[in-house]
């Protein structure tokens, strides 16, 4: 009917129109019709190549990325994107496709991040974006009887994830492509030029020998090279000269300092607990050895698979005394929290997303947003973590340090004095349970208020004395063991029932019963209650105060032992054997007595406790200890917490790994806690993300930027690589290169792309301008810790000693050890570390962010620590009167930046100096030597 309606102008009225056309009317509608309804249909028929293109290039875009908001559940803005129809529809804002014209379709223009960005989690990949383009371009092809896009289940986004994620595919060996030209050094610098190539990009030239060595100096020590080291490297015309730095460098015993701090951060590595309000010293004791541990590893190359192992089950091969046992540090030197569940949580993110990559614990309360992780992967996981105790073992001879005698001596007094408090707090505790016996039935049974009974005269304790666990006891003896017709405890159980003041009213009538011949009491309880006549609820109880009393010495007088009491006879044997049953509230576990422990108690054993523990942390001479786990003895399954909460337990769940990560025929974990079977999982050949991980990490250690941007999560929101070949050609040299991290170190750094100049190049930076592609090397400042070990270092100050318990290196007198074995303090960590991006330790950090704030330069200017270490510079030639300022200005260049001045920094600097008195002349040459100390060249790697 829309093309008849323009027509009607020509006839007066709708009548005349009607009856001349009425012959033709029903036809031409026919027609029109028809025609719409072909042309509707044409729009909807696509080619079988074109529905294919929708069915593995958009359909999966849309369901991954979009309908979580835009679904039959939930649509953000009025808009839906699960059926073709609802696409062309549009939502509040209008219409967001425009078939056949991508560059014009809101939609398109979303995911460009051109408009608003969506989705607004990140942008996605540019293939996907382009999958989205084309689609539009060709008219929004869809399966003429598709039902709407549903999210994927579980199941399905399992099976997907495993076979399209590139983290998931099996690492490539791909064989190294062919280059044009002799700049490639390697397969590296192969992988590198070829994507160079196909951007039309050439590499960047190579570094001079000064730059060269400082960098791989600093690479692998942090360290600045002294000016004899650079000296001889510039000298030495040896083709195999840098290859010579770079073995001095990695036999270096300060290799390990620089990549064990690496790892550290991956650790979380703190020397303390966190905030715990329980009133302990929150240090641990012995942190330091896990430090040790991980710096001596790296010195001797360990084997990554087999330092991995280590980390999370040192114990089930290494036996007491093995400095391997302190590997397992990793899991015990998070933060400690007040919920056990939190410390299990942190123990499985650090390994998973430390190692793996993985962000598992984000499925602790439902499946994973993103990626395919089920809140049953993360619970099978949790199973492991469950299972474990904390312990201190040996790692190495318990002797082996001349002032251990006296150490232990020391600690056996306060050890003498602990256990001394724990044996009186549990005698006291015993007594009580089998002494007052009135104070602890009249709580269990009386009915009034906590005050009233106090007021007993019965009482024997003062109210504040009356333990709240022995009386508990008693409820539950009374819940689980007396009946009405009991012969024993009948008569308590009526009253209880009763309550005191019915009790008072109907003790006459009860009294006739229980006393009666024909009652059923045992013999002792009827003549006790019937000489004792007790009318009201305290006398009754008090009556039984005395029946058991002669029992509760026989227990005591036998040390505590229940058999004392089987050698009683007559009636009172059979109260004995009632009161001896499986609820006794006599018969006392070791939890028993620390529950009725009063606040008092415990506080005075956390302050033993803490007396021990500052020992072992401060005292010369503490035997090697470090802080490990071990299993349990019962070993189970886990249950999925619901939500994540504790309380709402749903399925158990076996112990795994998970599933994405996992063949369907592997069986679930029976070892022990499962540990060592997970650790050989992850370090498993046909494990594709431990070794890309790792090799990602080395890679950002050197370039300042990893080929995975997010070195910590390889799972579906991760950019691929922009060289993922590379990142499989690297992971693969490590592994068949015996896990060794030394030799990949080697391997990149003899590469032309390590060597390349970090100088700019306009016109290559606007077609790469985040250096994905590598043409330079890229400028990085030093992190904390290099630039304070290059200022001790280069004022010859630092002690380069290794190991040991930490020490405060920001107090004065500022102790000279380098910046890895200062106190980390999670719960207060220097502002001064902050301000230098030193990463928090609460968390597991796999990359560091890079700030600058105006609280650097505050603290480079104004530090006595700095200013000290620019004048001891300076105290090396202040007394050698033969020296020009010429000569003094040329050490102070060749000690700080292992170069000399240019003229213009002569010029400049030298003037300065020389428009001062005598006098002056010093503290102005100390100026100086904190300016270049502070000055760019120093504080950046090229």
Known sequence: MVFIMPHLWIYPSLTQWFISMRTLALPLVVIVVLTFTAQASAENKFSPEHIEFFEKSVRPVLIKRCIECHGPEKQESGLRLDARSAIVEGGDSGKVVVAGKPDESSLVQAVRYETTEMPPSGQIPAEEIAAIEQWVKLGMPWPEEAEPLRPASFDERLVDDKQHHWAYQPIQNPPAPKTEGDWATNDIDRFVHRRLSEAGIAPSEQADRRILIRRATFDLTGLPPTAEE???????????AFEKVIDRLLASDQYGVKWGRIWLDVARYSDTRGYLNDGQDRRFPYAHAYRDYVIDAFNRDTPYDEFIKEQIAADYFAEEGDRRLAGLGLIRIGR????????????????????????????RCHDHKYDAISTADYYGLYGIFDQLEETTPLVGPIDADPLYPEFKKKLDELQGELDQHIAKVDRAIRLESSTHFFDLIVRAVSKKQAVEIAKFEQNELDSKNVRPHLVSKWKQFADREWKPNDPVWGPLFKARELGDDPYASQAETLLVDWT????????????????????????????????????????????????AVDKLEGPQAEIAKSLFGRFSPLILDDNDVRRANFTSDRNHQKKLEGKIRGHEIDSPGSSP????????DKIHDPQIFLRGDPGRRGDR?????????????????????????????????????????????????????????????????????????????????????GWSLKKLHKYIMLSSTYQQSSKDRPEVREKDPENRLVWRMNRRRLSFEEMRDGMLAASGALDASLGGRAVKILEVPFLPRRTVYGFVDRQDLPNLYRAFDYPSPDAMSPDRSKTSVPQQALYLLNSPFVQRQAQWVTEMWKDDKSLSDDQRLERLFQ????????????????KYVESSNDEEKWNKWDSVAQVVMVSNDFMFVD
């Open 653 to 737: 769940v076996p112990r795994q790994f998970v599933r994405v990560l996992n063949d369907e025929s592997d069986s679930a974990y029976t070892n022990g806690s499962g540990r060592l079977e997970l650790a050989e999982d992850i370090v498993a050949d046909d494990n594709p993300l431990t070794a890309r991980v790792m090799a990602n990490r080395v890679w950002m250690g050197h370039f300042d930027q990893p080929l995975v941007l997010t070195p910590g999560d390889f799972g579906i929101r991760s950019d691929p690589p922009t060289l993922p070949l590379l990142l499989d050609h690297l992971a693969t040299s490590l592994q068949s290169n």
């Open 230 to 240: 650079v000296a001889a490297f510039v000298n030495d015309k040896d083709a195999n």
């Open 895 to 910: 000690t700080l930046l292992q170069r000399s001045p240019t003229e213009q920094e002569s010029e400049m600097l030298l």
């Open 516 to 563: 009666s011949e024909q009652s059923p009491l045992n013999p002792a309880v009827r003549d006790a209650l019937k000489a004792a006549q007790p009318m009201t609820l305290p006398a009754l109880v008090d009556t039984y105060d005395e029946l058991l009393k002669p029992i509760g010495q026989a227990y005591r007088d036998a040390g505590f032992l229940k058999e």
């Open 625 to 632: 200890r470090a802080m490990a786990v071990v299993d349990r």
């Open 336 to 363: 400690q929290f007040l919920k056990r569940q939190d410390t299990i949580d942190d123990r499985i993110d650090v390994v998973t997303r430390g190692v793996l990559g993985l962000t598992v614990a984000c499925a």
